[in-house]
């Protein structure tokens, strides 16, 4: 069967957040998904069939990273509804039966995809003591993400102190059931984003995700209501970094970029 890697929220190979993607007639055993997201090794692997004609979606789409199964993941369904389009596979918006439910990605002329996904339910709560000393930023406020995440978003001072974060990753790992979201307000919004993010996920064995889609059901209503406008960008501003363009439409949240094939190959067990 064939197996790509995909660059997702980048128009660029190399930069944007890595996923592999694997079309299938079925699902194979879990631990057969398991063992072929470890060996991909990236964040996420995304696995997806074809389902009958005439449900409420159009394909199954399942996300792993090496350690474990998710419930929700942005770049690798951006790269999977990539793969189906670039391949022919399917044309026009593609609907994903998935945990979380149905995920629409329709295609632009441009060549971006935007999905459609659910708004993270933000709630505030305070700080646990240890997060300042495990992260190496005192926050201003946080926010626990909801379910489908199962992140703390973690409002620092700037965009400086975001870009200068070392945390202690084995630390971070006691205060969520997935990790950390650290963000800030963009220093200069002339530069074509808003907000700042990165992603630090030890439960998942990521411990800095490059651009993560899901992270950004959260801040898109997180920076929305304190900037004022529904429609942002927000740049992920990990060592690959990458741009997702963001839309808030009540308990929805539009997530919008582009994404580039770069290995395809065999895989052969």
């Known amino acids: 069967m064939r ?12 930069a944007g957040n ?44 399942r996300w792993f990273t090496p350690a474990t199964e998710v419930a929700l993941c942005g770049h690798a369904t951006l790269a999977a509804a990539h793969v189906l389009r670039s391949t022919g596979a399917h044309t026009g918006p593609v609907r994903f039966a998935t945990r979380s439910g ?4 329709t295609p632009a002329a441009d060549g971006s995809i935007t999905l459609d996904f659910p708004t993270a339910p933000l709630t505030p709560v305070e700080t646990p003591d240890g997060v300042a000393e495990a992260l190496g930023a005192e926050p201003l406020s946080t926010l626990d993400t909801g379910p489908n995440t199962g ?21 971070l790992a006691r205060y969520s059931e997935r990790g950390i979201i650290a963000t800030a307000r963009a220093e200069d919004p002339t530069r074509g984003y808003d907000f700042v993010s990165r992603c630090f996920f030890p439960n998942v064995g990521i411990d800095e995700d490059p651009v993560t889609g899901s992270a950004h059901t959260a801040l898109a209503p997180f920076w929305s209501e304190r900037l004022g406008r529904p ?35 065999e895989l052969l067990t």
Do not use: C
């Open 231 to 265: 429609a942002l960008t927000g740049l992920q501003a990990s060592p690959r970094s990458g741009l997702v363009r963001t839309e808030v439409r009540g308990d929805r949240t539009l997530l919008s970029g582009h994404a580039v094939t770069v290995i395809e190959g």
């Open 102 to 105: 149905v995920l629409i990605a």
């Open 151 to 171: 992140d703390l978003l973690v409002e620092v001072a700037d965009e400086k102190t975001v870009r200068g974060l070392a945390p202690d990753h084995r630390a």
């Open 18 to 61: 890595p996923a592999g993607v694997l079309l299938l007639d079925s699902f194979p055993d879990d631990a057969w998904l398991q063992n072929v997201a470890m060996e991909v090794n990236h964040a996420e692997t995304a696995f997806t069939h074809r389902l009958p004609e005439d449900g409420e979606a159009d394909w199954a789409l």
């Open 3 to 14: 197996i790509r890697i995909v660059d997702a929220f980048t128009d660029r190979p190399f």
